[in-house]
């Protein structure tokens, strides 16, 4: 028999709050567009399942918190009955396997168009700037022009990501994580890129991240700050929502964040120019790491030697793997093996084939 190989610093445990996670490697939310009307379907049973470890941890994909929150097709829902009744097994059999399963809550804003809204109207988002059409690899057809929220109408959007919040925790989930990065509506708020309000949602810094911070606010009042994370991703630029000034931007909110002393915060690498390619960056997480006094995820690039060392280093608690974990199921134990890995292919990531690319990735004793 193979000796067990040495501890490594990623399959080390690690206390999240109230939870004991027996490892630090953690699945990303990744979109896989298989929820057929927005709402969750039995596939992803076993997708999430595959995935699942005693003490892992897993964020589930973009969850829609609103009838306007969607861009893209078939990705799921969480504000109807229909869709939290639809959660409810798949991260049941999550539990059963001894993971631990967060929800990640999204609202696209103008990352939309009229065919995805309400009544055919206009995606909303803090800006009436349009977004020009991009080939992001999910086939989105067009954006069309969004309408700039009136300030009054920001506390229903506020009030849309807490409900959310409720139903994931009546569904089930441990907790939320609340999608603040990739130019989605959070990040319209936040960058100045897009942000070109005059009220008190816009202009100073401090204005840009209060519709962040009010959703953190929230969130937290609702389900308890032990049961929620955020994601950001200061650095990038993508759907043309970029920072002129990235650092100040990601310091003050991982400073902002202390007071609502939510469980983590979680940041994409600079690194991570566009969604889905790495390219070299002078910049660093590290001052958002030692401002922020939660628990600190990255993730955007990682391997398992990149990975060892960012925890080794105390660069992270725990480290978020998207493309590797979408298709090695048996992530962990293929770093605790130090075995090798499946490749994924980015030509199944959005479609709608329910196993296809989706939970036909073969586990390690399938490929022995
Ligand atoms: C297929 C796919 C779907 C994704 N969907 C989401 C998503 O729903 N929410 C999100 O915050 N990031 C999403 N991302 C970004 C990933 O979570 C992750 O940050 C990115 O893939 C970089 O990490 P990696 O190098 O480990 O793959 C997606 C990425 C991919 C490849």
Known sequence: MAAEAPTIPLLTPYKLGRFNLSHRVVMAPLTRVRSYGNVPRPHAILYYSQRASKGGLLIAE??????????????????????VEAWKPIVDAVHAKGGIFFCQIWHVGRVSNQGFQPNGQAPISSTDKPLTPQANGTDNPKFTLPRRLRTEEIPQI????????????????DGVEIHGAHGYLIDQFMKDQVNDRTDQYGGSLENHCRFALGTVEAVA????????????????????????????????????????????CHMVEPRM???????????????????????FFVAGGYDREDG??????????????????LANPDLPKRFKLNAPLNKYNRDTFYISDPALGYTDYPFLEDTA
């Open 221 to 264: 009042n609702e389900i308890g700050a032990d049961r929620v994370g955020i994601r950001l991703s200061p650095f990038a630029d993508y759907m043309e929502s970029g920072d002129s000034n990235p650092e100040a931007l990601g310091l003050y909110m991982a400073e902002s964040l202390n007071k609502y002393g939510i469980l983590y």
């Open 308 to 325: 060892n060392k960012a925890i080794a280093e105390s660069r992270a608690d725990l480290v978020v793997y998207g493309r590797l974990f």
């Open 158 to 173: 506020i009030n849309d990501f807490r409900l959310a919040a409720r139903n994931a925790i009546e569904a089930g989930f």
């Open 273 to 295: 120019k566009t969604a889905e390619e790495k390219s070299e960056s002078s910049h660093s997480l590290l001052p958002m790491r030692k401002a922020f006094k939660g628990h």
């Open 62 to 83: 973009a969850t829609g918190v609103s009838d306007t929150a969607q861009g893209y097709p078939d990705t799921p829902g969480i504000w109807t009955k229909e869709q």
